[in-house]
């Protein structure tokens, strides 16, 4: 028979609240290790070992719960009764790295004893159902991305100013964040603060915890959308009437109309929620669009909001080999060549203009071939672009009578194509978009008509 370690805890508190079974084994069997004594229960076993001397050498908590599991296997397979008893603070079953090795090592049998948890006296302090509220328990030290909802989160070793810190920075500032501090002792602490304020609590250590109870995350207001939406489907007989090709055309309007909105918002000098407010629900409006296209195509079998965005990640990914692979990049030009390249490859393409959509706008279309020109060495200078330009403007003959609408075309002198081209040119060296600044001159001789009309004749 394999050697047994077995594994106690001892509560989350003082030992009152030590189950009867585990204070037995730990008064009685012959071999015993603490993995820490800063812990209020250690307090009843003064006379058992402990690793403590084990944290100040380890370079790593991962090579100190190495240590310690071997050290445990040592000492069960020399027991006379192939058994050692090692106590853990809390529960055994949360939040202990020592017992997920010890249960992954083939060298012994791990016994598992219930014991109460962080979790049982949190909750008990917060009069919360850990189910009926869907609780999530997290551990700040697993990564640094952004915490995510929904709530609520119970934030497990948060026992230093930096960890904190750290939590703080994956949370939006206005989160409310409640500080629970020796929880179940005499001087238990429990107080809510922002996370930007979490820094500030200075008595944390090794029995502070987080509970974050609302966070409203992108992945929680997705679902909701979605739901949405196919309530939609299900009651509205306007949206019930929707196909993929009923809905091309507010795509189109909701996206030029993101467009009007954001080009207002940039132009304000400074912060202005009434400009921000308006890019918040053109955003809205055009991501509902998406929305609607992805419920479709769920109904249909073909895709889905999930499978979309997993799709557009992962080829971003493939895409962007600087950030997730082992490529070096000088430069911003450097990304967009080789992101072409990238492009034409994955797509099998012949030619980096295969794909282009020709209904673009004309400005558009033309700045956008300039820089697939730049991947194949077709770009004029800047100084060769602005001559051109001005020769092209002096040769240009006008009609000075003027012409009417009926008399438009495009079948005209090529210097006048000489002389937009060499002007698009030119904007693209100078980092211009012409578009935007053509759509804001627009705006501005509209407003100069809406003037003409109000003055007496």
Known sequence: MKPVVRVVGLGPGDAELITRRTFDLLRSAPIVRLRTRVHPSAEEFVDVASYDDLYDSAVSFEELYQKIVADLI????????????????GSPTVAERTVELLVASNDVTTVIEPAVSVIDVVCAALG??????????????????????????????TYSSEILASVADRLPSSTVVTVLHR???????????????????????????????????????????????????????????QTHASLTRHLLEEAYETLDALEAFVRVDDECSEEAAHVEEELGDLLFQIVFHAELGDEEELFNLATIADAVRDKLIGRHPHVFGDVRVSDSNEVAQRWEILKRDEKGRESVTDGIAWQLPALILYTKLLRKATLVDRRRDAEDARATALDAMHSLSLRHDG???????????????????????????????????????????????RIAEQLPE
Do not use: Y
């Not at 609780?135 to 989160?153: H, Q």
């Not at 495009?410 to 100078?430: C, F, N, P, T, Y």
């Not at 211009?432 to 705006?443: F, H, K, T, W």
């Open 74 to 89: 040592e000492l069960a397979r020399s027991a006379p009764s192939g058994e050692v008893v090692f106590a853990v603070p």
């Open 128 to 157: 919360r159902d850990p189910m009926a509220s869907g609780l999530r328990v997290v551990d700040a030290l697993a990564n640094v991305e952004p915490l995510r909802g929904p709530g609520p989160l119970l934030v497990l070793q």
């Open 183 to 241: 929880v179940g002792l005499s001087d238990e602490v429990i107080v809510d603060l922002t996370a930007k304020e979490l820094v500030s609590f200075g008595a944390v250590d090794h029995l502070t915890s987080l509970w974050i109870d609302g966070l409203r995350t992108a992945g929680e207001a997705m679902d909701d959308l979605v739901a949405f939406m196919r309530r939609l489907r299900l009651e509205c007989p306007w949206d019930q009437e």
């Open 403 to 449: 012409v009417d609408d009926a008399q438009s075309s495009s079948d005209v002198d090529h210097r006048w194509g000489d002389a937009i081209a060499a002007l698009v040119e030119m904007a693209q060296w100078a980092g211009v978009d012409l578009e935007g600044v053509l759509r804001d001159r627009a705006r501005q001789l509209r407003d100069e008509i």
